[in-house]
């Protein structure tokens, strides 16, 4: 069955340090997919997506993601994290026409 | 400025009382969704709509039911028999069926009292 995992439900980091938030998921064809952030009582906002060609995509807000099919990953990253990057971060993944799977999310903590 | 529209905010459900949450969207998307958000376990998709009059049960559709009348709105009834019905509830469209990105709206917060 296809499925989309993020192992940390937290993390915690200082503001101006690199962040990696990991994606895992199982889909037996090539996946779409995105990764979305949503800001405590609202609704969430596209960051990024892959859905075929360079492995590295880029962003908003300086988020870029690396799609490594021999590790069924997907993992975010930026360099230096803001303040204002403090939210819940969502992995997807497209299980088929019209269908998305999310991740269980991310919170994101910065310390300033 | 295209969007999602979800009304109201904030919603209070007695028990035993049906209640339906609005959606609407001038984006010209064809599909349209329901997500039920809980703490801790992600968004799982309650209902999901292709075209107009057309809809098609997600993983929790029990307790829950829609329609979908115009291509603008998709409202989400709240039954009496869903359960446990106190949670974040988030729609959302797009256009491309495959591989398109999601618009979300700003959700509903629904609270049983």
């Known amino acids: 069955a296809q499925s989309v995992t993020q192992p940390d439900i937290h993390i915690t980091v200082s503001e101006g340090a690199s962040l990696e938030l990991r994606c895992n998921y199982s889909?037996?064809?090539?996946?779409?997919l995105f990764w979305y952030v949503q800001s405590p009582g609202q609704g969430l906002q596209l960051l990024l997506k892959?859905?075929?060609?360079?492995?590295l995509v880029q962003g908003i807000k300086g988020f870029e993601a690396e799609f490594k099919r021999s590790q069924s990953s997907f993992n975010l990253r930026k360099p230096s994290v803001h303040w204002s990057d403090a939210a819940e971060y969502f992995c997807?993944?497209?299980?088929?026409?019209?269908?998305?799977?999310f991740g269980t999310g991310t919170r994101l903590k910065v310390l300033a | 400025d295209g969007g999602i529209t979800q009304s109201p905010k904030y919603l209070f459900r007695k028990e035993g009382q049906n209640v339906t949450l609005s959606c609407e969207q001038n984006?010209?998307?064809?599909?349209m969704y329901w997500y039920r958000q809980d703490p801790g376990q992600g968004l799982r998709l309650i209902y999901y709509?292709?075209?107009?009059?057309?809809?098609q049960k997600g993983d929790i559709a029990e307790g829950y039911s829609v329609s979908r009348e115009k291509k603008e709105s998709f409202p989400l009834t709240v039954t009496s028999a869903q359960k446990n019905p106190t949670a974040f509830y988030l729609c959302?469209?797009?256009?491309?069926?495959?591989?398109?990105?999601?618009?979300f709206g700003s959700g509903t917060r629904l609270t049983v009292v």
């Open positions: 959302a469209s797009s256009k491309p069926p495959t591989g398109g990105d999601y618009t």
């Open positions: 997807a993944v497209e299980s088929g026409t019209y269908k998305y799977i």
């Open positions: 892959y859905f075929s060609g360079d492995t």
């Open positions: 889909y037996g064809a090539t996946p779409y």
């Open positions: 984006l010209n998307h064809d599909a």
């Open positions: 709509s292709q075209i107009v009059n057309d809809f």
